[in-house]
Nanobody, 115 residues
Framework: QVQLVQSGGGLVQAGGSLRLSCAAS????????MDWYRQAPGRQREFVAT???????HFADPVKGRFTASRDNAQKTVYLQMNSLKPEDTAIYYC?????????WGQGTQVTVSS
């Protein structure tokens, strides 16, 4: 069994920054590709970012240039650094990975950006 435990998030004013963490534990030797998704009220969950095992990152257009992602393979942790936050970034953020064709999600963390 694999667990993804998220931390970070909270309330911030527009233009501020937050960092999310996602730590993997359990039956996992190393991190695979790790993704970040978010879900705003009344909207479908959407892709935010991905971090490959080698550290290559890819971002959805709405967050490009504002968000960065990184990983610490030794700590089995990935991070999402969110800068220049906007009210439309308000959502519950989830980390995600797939191991042996099985999907694992973090518990979600609320990010609220006030205008």
């Amino acid at each position: 069994q694999v667990q993804l435990v998220q931390s970070g998030g909270g309330l911030v004013q527009a233009g501020g920054s937050l960092r999310l963490s996602c730590a993997a534990s359990g039956s996992i030797d190393s991190l695979n590709v790790m993704d970040w998704y978010r879900q705003a009220p009344g909207r479908q969950r959407e892709f935010v970012a991905t971090v490959t095992s080698g550290g290559t990152t890819h971002f959805a257009d709405p967050v490009k240039g504002r968000f960065t992602a990184s990983r610490d393979n030794a700590q089995k942790t990935v991070y999402l650094q969110m800068n220049s936050l906007k009210p439309e970034d308000t959502a519950i953020y989830y980390c995600y990975t797939s191991i042996n064709f099985r999907a694992y999600w973090g518990q979600g963390t609320q990010v609220t950006v006030s205008s």
